[in-house]
């Protein structure tokens, strides 16, 4: 072989290994770094399928969640129902009547405290109950006077536990005479209601009751 095709054919052979060395090194570089993508494709997709199954387990629970909420919010409605809208003297008045009429007493004296705010509930988020907005539960004192038989006495009890309105008693005492049988003392009332809210106040029926006089029951 002459020195000319020798060195052609060195030439081609130096060639040759050069691009398959450029191949290999490129091939190499490239697989390594497709190899990295796909794990950290891998690794991405684990994580979302992971987020999916807790998103599709939420999802699943949503309806048992929002039967929840209503519910809450129907037993917080149902409580609110037994507070009367605001509390005023015409309404005590009319209050202390009814106790007198129904359970057979004498209350001859009666007297009024300020209302106080309880606690506040905010119920802008309600549901259908949006216009609700914020309602202020509201406690002030009603001290009265009594005469009454015992059996009326027990049942003065039972008839401030079923009165539509929340009362509750924060006081009572009671002093017996043996000439009458009758039962006579003191009794404070906590009176509750709300304001605000969806609910208005209602002036009651007083009646024959003739207000701003020094006597308001008539005779």
């Not at 697989?31 to 950290?40: I, L, N, P, S, T």
């Not at 399928?49 to 409605?77: H, P, S, T």
């Not at 004498?106 to 802008?124: Q, W």
Request: hydrophobic fraction near 40%.
């Amino acid at each position: 072989m002459s020195e000319a095709k020798r060195k052609l054919a060195l030439g081609i052979r130096i060639a040759l290994f050069v691009v398959l060395f450029i191949t290999v090194f490129v091939y190499r570089i490239i697989y390594f770094e497709m190899v990295e993508k796909r794990d950290a494709i891998h690794e991405e997709n684990a994580g979302l399928m992971a987020r999916v199954e807790e998103l599709e387990g939420k999802v699943a629970k949503q309806g048992e969640y929002e039967k929840k909420i209503a519910e809450a919010e129907a037993e917080l409605l149902q409580v609110l129902g037994k507070y009367g809208a605001g509390n005023t003297p015409e309404k005590s008045i009319m209050f202390v009547r009814e106790m007198e009429e129904e359970l057979d007493m004498e209350i001859p004296n009666v007297s009024f405290s300020t209302p106080s705010v309880v606690t506040s509930v905010d119920l802008s988020g309600m549901g259908t109950e949006q216009a609700w907005g914020r309602v202020d539960i509201l406690s002030e004192q009603l001290s009265l006077s009594y005469t009454c038989g015992y059996e009326q006495w027990k049942e003065m009890f039972e008839f401030m536990l079923n009165y539509p309105e929340r009362r509750t008693v924060r006081s009572v005492n009671a002093s017996y005479n043996s000439e009458t049988g009758l039962l006579s003392g003191s009794l404070v009332v906590d009176l509750y209601a709300v304001a605000g809210g969806k609910k208005e106040y209602v002036a009651p029926e007083t009646g024959d009751i003739s207000l701003g006089v020094d006597c308001i029951f008539p005779e």
